[in-house]
């Protein structure tokens, strides 16, 4: 299961729209592995000048591999985390997880080379075979 969704949001779900705030709520405390890289991406982001961070660092075990998939991989998720942080992410292999600061100058090419089928290719590694 993707989510923990205690019975409050669910029955909120049941009876309508729920809004982005519970949810990502609900995401941050159900997938706290992909919350923090996600997190730590947009902060190194903002820490820069050129709207753009990435994540290198492979996750530890496979519980925290599947968190990342799963949030990146599920575009309700993905669409309210970029919406509470107010970027674009993007997204390679297993691990390897970028922000881009929407307007940002540079921001439009860097995102296009980030998700490229030549990055992609250029960003393989034996390593990641079974990622």
Known sequence: MSLT?????????REGE???EAFVE???????YA?????????????????????????PDERSRGELLRVLASDAMRGALERH???RLAF??????????PGAAGTAERHARFVS???????QSPDLVDC
């Open 35 to 59: 919350w923090s890289v996600v997190s730590d991406v947009v902060g190194r982001m903002r820490a820069t000048d050129d709207g753009f961070a990435d994540n290198q660092t492979p996750p």
């Open 85 to 87: 942080f107010g970027v």
């Open 117 to 123: 089928p030549r990055a992609q290719l250029l960003n």
């Open 18 to 20: 729920v809004d982005d």
């Open 92 to 101: 390679q292999n297993c691990h390897r997880l970028a922000a881009f600061a």
């Open 26 to 32: 609900c995401v941050r405390t159900s997938l706290p």
């Open 5 to 13: 969704v205690d019975d409050r949001l669910l029955e909120k779900a």
